[in-house]
């Protein structure tokens, strides 16, 4: 029986099914855990590791043995955030680390589950409910996850205990913990809350709806039902207002009373930047936060006082044009600032204000920034990405190196020595995904 080109897409998810994604290395590079399918025309995702000494995988999360019968039940609000990410696939579709990767924490069936990725032992740490777990993430050091549930972020040890809210909307129009409309569909932004370095607080958004247009939206199929009743940023009108918050994860007083969280706004001038582009929070330095105009021809990316919410600027950036949606700044381990940025004509790495490397390529994005310099993806003509490093105390141009070369399409995740390079063909219907570790290969994710 020959199949036509367009139902094979649609049995593969246009031919993406069976591949190794959402891949993480571990700090110290010994592990690389990431989701694949068992073939390439079933859906549901699968948790695995590869062992970077041994180069061997192994299976960590089957979907399919912990829900059994009753299969994967998907919330309304979750389907919709499935939508904007272009996610169609099922069973665990992204998961989240602590630093160490002792622990995993991921959302399946509208329940949050942990992995230890020592003893492989699961847990599921919340019953089902009305409002589902959303983008659950450990703390850095492994004590606590933070999720998003309905229009509000909680918190609970990652041994399921003291499950609670840390915050929660004032209106029926307010949302916390998670990306508004325009910076999931528009800016890849898909999170709404950062972990402090420490674990003892976090940078959370707030969104309210309620300057939005009311829309009312019939299924054609089913024209018995009542329009859905949805706010919507059309172009042209009232986006929703976005703020972001510092709160301090309450902890328990001595006769078992939550303590109240504290939260202190981030200030910046809203009225001229009003998109929140990204934020970025690590050991390095104070969180960076990158706004944009609406017009998308003025950014600035501002350093955070979490103690007061005043914001420093760290750069100016401006474009008669237009200004691409990067990766984030942030700090690399040395206290520098790194950004990309439009610099003589090219998309450059810059490095306190400095461009980096040759204007010939033109960066897409960060990969990652070490103590051995900055990782990113770049081109010196469309058809091909490279994956390069630029180092972090020399910006003469011949800090290039190059990791990969040839007619392909390069992406790559890098830590502690460990880079994993996925390099597609034209010719090709799948990538090949090998790992290195210290500049030497040492294996393959295989792609079923």
């Known amino acids: 029986m020959t199949v036509s080109y367009p139902r094979m897409a649609a049995r593969t998810l246009r031919f993406t099914l069976g591949i190794p994604r959402n891949i993480t290395v571990s700090a110290d590079g010994k592990k690389v855990y990431f989701i694949r399918t068992p073939d390439g025309v079933s859906r549901t995702g699968c948790l695995w590791e590869f062992d970077v000494d041994s180069a061997q995988e192994s299976l960590l999360v089957d979907p399919t043995e912990l829900l059994g019968d009753a299969g994967e039940q998907l919330s309304t609000q979750e389907q919709s955030r499935r939508e904007r990410s272009r996610e169609s696939a099922a069973g665990i579709v992204s998961y989240a680390l602590d630093r160490e990767a002792h622990i995993a924490a991921f959302a399946l069936s509208g329940r949050l589950w942990t992995i230890d990725l020592h003893t492989r032992s699961v847990t599921a740490l919340t019953e089902a409910a009305s409002d589902a777990v959303i983008d659950p993430r450990p703390d850095p050091s492994g004590r606590l996850i933070a999720y998003a549930a309905g229009r509000s972020l909680r918190v609970i040890g990652v041994d399921g205990s003291n499950d609670h809210e840390v915050v929660g909307p004032d209106t029926s129009t307010q949302t916390w913990g998670q990306a508004e409309f325009i ?45 859905v009743t949805q706010r919507y940023p059309a172009a042209g009108t009232a986006n929703a207002e976005v703020t972001l918050w510092h709160i301090s994860v309450g902890g328990e007083s001595t006769n078992g009373v939550q303590a109240e969280a504290v939260r202190t706004e981030v200030v910046w001038d ?111 003509e469309p058809s091909q990405v490279q994956v390069l490093r630029f180092g972090l105390n020399r910006a003469d141009g011949a800090a290039v190196d190059e990791l990969t070369s040839g007619p392909f399409v390069h992406s790559a995740v890098a830590a502690a020595g460990t880079t994993v390079i996925s390099c597609s063909a034209f010719d090709a219907t799948c990538p090949e995904i090998t790992v290195r570790r210290d500049g030497r290969t040492v294996g393959e994710l295989r792609v079923l």
């Open 270 to 380: 809203r009225e001229r930047f009003e998109y929140l582009m990204d934020v970025s929070w690590n050991r390095h330095g104070a969180p960076v936060i990158q706004v944009l105009s609406r017009d998308q021809r003025q950014s600035q990316v501002l350093g955070v006082d979490v103690a007061s919410g005043r914001t420093t600027m760290l750069r100016d950036l401006a474009d008669d044009d237009w200004i691409e949606v990067t990766s984030t700044a942030r700090f690399a381990p040395g206290g520098q600032l790194i950004t990309v940025e439009d610099v003589d004509g090219a998309r450059q790495v810059v490095i306190d204000g400095q461009p980096c490397g040759e204007v010939s390529w033109n960066v897409r994005g960060i990969v990652a920034v070490d103590d051995q310099g900055v990782i990113v993806t770049a081109s010196k």
């Open 183 to 227: 910076a999931a569909e528009e800016m890849y932004r898909y999170r709404g809350f950062w972990w402090s370095p420490d674990g003892a607080s976090l940078l959370v958004e707030r969104f309210d709806e309620a300057p939005m247009q009311t829309w009312h939206i019939a299924d054609p199929a089913n024209p018995d039902r009542r329009p």
